[in-house]
């Protein structure tokens, strides 16, 4: 069954580096999202990408994060500056169409130091 | 703003009791709405989903919910709960013209032998 998959499964990094969080959605997909889980909190969302482009975007995704599908199977969160504030767990998923049910990867737990 | 909420952020049940786990909405217009289930240490996978037609969906491992417009309601149910049913679940609504899930805080469901 084909599954979104995710790298690296834990990545720790200091405060002000940057990190790429990767994700290979399901191959026939076109949209593509990414969402996050603070410890003890709910999922909260982050970004959805279709068509090359962001097409909508939460209050949290603000400048120190960025998405890009750098090829045809990878789809990658960047975020420039990490703050402690975001340790957490990041989800990425993917689609087939809007609206349809989005199939999630096993996560990447970033925790920030 | 939309919001999803779920009551009860630990429920227990007895092996073999009816599991019932709680989620309202707040929208003036049907979103589609989804369950997922989290096991410990992996990722979010779809129980079921609602988006149009017949209000009783059926899901996976034996759970189904029925949407309830005018009690802007989603409660999922299991008529016997099983050992393997423990886990975290979160109810998920995606509003119309959107890309994005809102997910509720999620339901820890413990089954005592």
């Known amino acids: 069954e084909p599954e979104v998959t995710q790298t690296p499964s834990h990545q720790v990094t200091q405060m002000g580096q940057e990190v790429i969080l990767r994700c290979v959605p399901i191959?026939?997909?076109?949209?593509f999202y990414w969402y996050r889980q603070i410890l003890g909190q709910k999922v909260e969302f982050l970004v959805s990408f279709y068509n090359n482009e962001i097409s909508e975007k939460s209050e949290i995704f603000d400048d120190q994060f960025s998405v890009e599908r750098p090829d045809g199977s990878n789809f990658t969160l960047k975020i420039r500056s990490t703050k402690l504030e975001d340790s957490a767990m990041y989800f990425c998923a993917s689609s087939g169409g809007q609206g349809g049910e989005q199939y999630f990867g096993p996560g990447t737990r970033l925790t920030v130091t | 703003a939309q919001s999803v909420t779920q009551l009860g952020s630990h429920v227990s049940v007895s092996e073999g009791a009816l599991v019932l786990l709680r989620c309202n909405y707040s929208?003036?217009?049907?979103?589609?709405l989804f369950w997922y289930v989290q096991y410990p240490n992996q990722g979010l996978q779809l129980l079921l989903k609602?988006?149009?037609?017949?209000?009783l969906v059926k899901g996976i491992n034996g759970f189904e919910a029925e949407f309830k417009k005018s009690e802007t309601s989603f409660h999922l149910t299991k008529p016997s709960a099983h050992m393997s049913d423990a886990a975290e679940y979160f109810c998920a609504v995606s509003p119309s013209g959107t890309y994005k899930y809102i997910f509720g805080t999620g339901t820890r469901l413990k089954v005592l032998a």
């Open positions: 191959s026939n997909h076109l949209y």
């Open positions: 929208s003036s217009v049907p979103p589609y």
């Open positions: 609602y988006t149009t037609g017949a209000t």
